[in-house]
């Protein structure tokens, strides 16, 4: 489907009328051609009242367990397979197969994973006790129990000639994470006064955690103490602590059988678990290639019955009502459309879509392709566009890369941007398909055809600045000398040019942008930036009276004649007449004065203070001529006292010209600030006179626009502010509610009034009006002047991105190319490469560029819509499938 970047498309408010038993097949074709945008006719219905009610919960529960299956997937990491497949929206009579289904699944996952944590809870729990008897027994085969028990007496107290059958020694042994032993061994020695004696020794292989399936690390411990007191504060302890204590027999042998009996049930669990592995991955692989389509297919579902929720129900035809936008280019479409879910659906008696006369603002909806969307939506970011209002996208696909390149000029770093944008664009598909969940990253894939179209730009005006990698290109010759020969420069420390004795009018000027030999000049900088300069106030006043101009396309469209006349001429004779003006002085500076007639140019910004503060010089009158009008002629330079100079006139009857330019464009504000406002105010005064003149005249003899009489049950709702500053420009159009008296009313649809034979109107407030009007005046006149200056920035960055470029090149590249080092050189170069290519992409490509989209984005919202572009509309967002399967950041 083919549209108009100019315009938004044409939108009617449709109703349409169906059928129970074929709503949902409708619906669901609807939401296949995404075409059309619902409106809700049950605002003020809860959400838990509604009829599909149950619905929805059963689509969500149906969500939760399709969440939960995924989350198993992820963790097995079973990657879910990207598909193109699009399954169509199942009919109502499958979800029940559906929930089922999955509910069998859920439910088997649930009863496989509990008995697994239980399966690895017993592991654990075994695996620790074989690591305890392992410990236990190496103390005790190490040192001897005889010799471990002495230690504990030692350690406790006990005399050397006490004998050793004599003392009852008790112990335990278990397990502790690794990081709490030391704390653990603190609290015992503090808890028990020193009566214990302790062992330990770290576990070697990492243990799993039953419930996250984590690593953790754990220690072995054995206790001695003495006594039972002693015995149940070392247990209070161990259980403050998290500890586990397992049994551990005193007699080697026992301890000995006991370890072989842990070891065998360690492996039987082994297979166990291995099994009960094998069969969740089988039943998850299973899962694995339909869950993508059954999110879609319950997403479908949810979507459809919210749809359906939006709508009024006729119980005594058991039909639906719904109303919404749609283009009128799509109408036949959603015809088609609804008749194919009808025919799915079975039923008999077709659905019908009939178009409403409304006064609703519709929503703006432009067409776009993959290459518009992003101009789109930069113009979207400032403001949805007023419902078919000029659209600025069309102009930015060509204003807004030009405008960066402006400042960001290099044919280096635009061939970087370019290569870059070139292979984003040929990889599209590519990228695409991967899915991209970073923002950053789906920045620039969004945005590839715009960095495509700012680094072809920006190659051109490098070729315009004549820069590349801050050097310049000897393509053509100089026509400058003495300081150029062939195609070399004399090398010197510096010199200035000169355009009058330097410069060979016979060759003429660089063929394209220019001249190298300015590279190497010291007076540079002074070129550039008088050049740049008065660039960049061409080009931001140029662009501004197109924006005034497509004001003037808006008037015509909407038929406000009046603000055609009092606003748009006014504002363009303002701008023209001061700042259009000033561009022209500049063209004319640029052909009058060449390089034999510099002596006397005229410095523009101090004729254009001078024009406002109505002050001139006049030329006085020249040796050896009988003329004191300005010509540019060649004088002898030995003149004490030349006969011009920089705020001398410099054509005839400039003072006259610039006095009518200047009262011309003073006027126009108080033309933009009254005019309208006194206007508006006598139009309200006629029609009230006339209302008066009519009141005995019965209501059908009412003219168009005139008050309904009191027993009229028409209500209009009462205007705001925002609607009186939109009556103010001719584009407001009352909201009639719907309580309507059917005598007075012209009714399409029982039960739906779709149209008046009396216009309404909102309550006229002249104070408010003026006030508006005032608002707008100063805003425009003002931003003229701070608008045209804000221009300048294109000049400022140019220059800063030269200037970084340059400095880039002499610290690094330029010094290790001077090196004389034999050999090691051409290493030190290599890396010098290396830190060159680095700091231009990281700051002159990706900091500068991001700081020249900034600036040109500026621009375009700022200076240029401002003119013209009121973007207070809404967006077209309709009812779409497509929408519902595309990733988000939280995916």
Known sequence: MSGSLFRSEEMSLCQIFLQSEAAYACISQLGELGLVQFKDLNPDVNAFQRKFVSEILRCDEMERRLRYIEKELKKEELKIPDTDENPTAPAPKEMIDLEATFEKIESELREVNTNAEALKRNFLELSELKEVLKKTQVFFHEHGQHNIIGDAQQALGQGEDTQTGNIQLGFVAGVIPRERMPAFERMLWFACRGNVFLRYEEIPQVLEDPVTGDGIHKSVFIIFFQGDQLKSRVRKICEGFKATLYPCPENPQERKEMLNGVSTRLEDLKTVLNQTKDHRNRVLVGVQKEITAWIIKVKKIKAIYHTLNMCNFDLSHNSLIAECWCPVMALEDVQRGLKHGTELSGSTVPCILHRMDTKETPPTYFITNKFTVVFQDIVDAYGIATYQEVNPALYTIISFPFLFAVMFGDVGHGTIMFLFGLCLVLMEKKLISMKVKDEIALTFINGRYIILMMGAFSMYTGLIYNDIFSKSLNLFGSSWYPYYKNTTFEVQKSFVLDPGTMYDTEKGPYPLGLDPIWQPATNKITFTNSFKMKLSVIIGISQMTL?????????????????????????????????????????????????????????????????????????????????????????????????????????????????????????????????????????????????QGLGAVSERALISQEEMPDNSSMSVDKPTKSDIELKSTGSYQPRISKSVNHKDVDVEVEGHAVHDKAEDEVEFEFGEVFIHQAIHTIEFCLGCISHTASYLRLWALSLAHAQLSEVLWTMLLRLSLKMDIPYGGSVIIFFVFGAFACITIAVLLVMEGLSAFLHTLRLHWVEFNSKFYSGQGYGFIPFSFKSLMEPTLDD
């Open 547 to 691: 924006g005034v101009l497509l004001s003037l396309v808006n008037h015509v469209y909407f038929k406000r004649t009046l603000e055609a006349f009092v606003e748009f001429v006014p504002s363009l004779l303002f701008l023209l007449c001061l700042f259009g003006y000033l561009v022209g002085l500049v063209f004319y500076k640029w052909f009058l004065f060449n390089q034999k007639c510099t002596q006397c140019a005229p410095s523009l910004l101090i004729h254009f203070i001078n024009m406002f503060l109505m002050k001139y010089q006049p030329v006085t009158e020249i040796p050896g001529t009988n003329t004191t009008t300005f010509e540019c002629i060649e004088y002898d330079k030995g003149l004490e006292k030349l006969p011009c100079s920089s705020q001398t006139v410099f054509f005839d009857n400039q003072q006259m010209i610039q006095t009518i330019l200047l009262v011309t464009g003073v006027l126009m504000a108080p033309i933009m600030l009254c005019v309208k406002p006194f206007v508006l105010r006598s139009k309200h005064n006629a029609k009230e006179r006339r209302k």
